[in-house]
């Protein structure tokens, strides 16, 4: 979903071509003021907002920036750009930021799968050295035999998942 933020007569137009051309729903809104109850109640993948209205207050376009979160902030002047160049400079945008998703959640996974892969060595090495003991009783050789064979898995599915 897209935040248009204008009051420009063509701004309504842009709207409709982003929702038209890139099947993003936009809401607009014609004031900083009403950002910040949009930001709260819902997500955004982008934020468009008319340049002439940060020019003309500056520190609630700050206050904004803060409460935008993961949304990729697009400043487009109505005044002087057209419906395409703002749809292109939007496509643009939700392109780079899926990549950014895709990356972060490939690194994520990456983390993940090496601090498990820690753990697994240490239950395998742990396991090991515990049916290694001469005198432990059947049942617990059965279940730590049991474990590490869990743990051998949970390695082998963690290999192949890199």
């Not at 049991?146 to 998942?161: D, K, P, T």
Request: with cysteine; net charge neutral; glycine share 4%.
């Amino acid at each position: 979903m897209v935040l248009l933020i204008s009051a420009a007569k063509n701004a309504a137009e842009c709207a409709a071509a982003i929702e038209r051309d890139l099947g993003e729903n936009v809401e607009m809104i014609s004031a900083f003021s009403q950002s910040a109850a949009k930001l709260r109640t819902s997500e955004y993948a982008s934020i468009i907002i008319d340049q002439s209205l940060i020019d003309a207050s500056p520190k609630a376009s700050d206050g904004l920036w803060k409460q935008a979160g993961t949304a990729i902030p697009i400043i487009v002047n109505f005044a002087i750009s057209g419906v395409d160049r703002t749809v292109r400079e939007v496509r643009s945008a939700l392109s780079r930021r899926r990549q950014e998703q895709l990356l972060a959640a490939r690194a994520a996974q990456a983390a993940l799968r090496n601090e498990l892969a820690g753990a697994v060595s240490g239950i395998l090495l742990s396991s090991e050295l515990a049916l290694a003991q001469p005198a432990i009783p059947a049942s617990v050789a059965d279940k730590l035999r049991s474990v590490h064979e869990l743990a051998l898995q949970i390695q082998s599915r963690l290999g192949s998942a890199a």
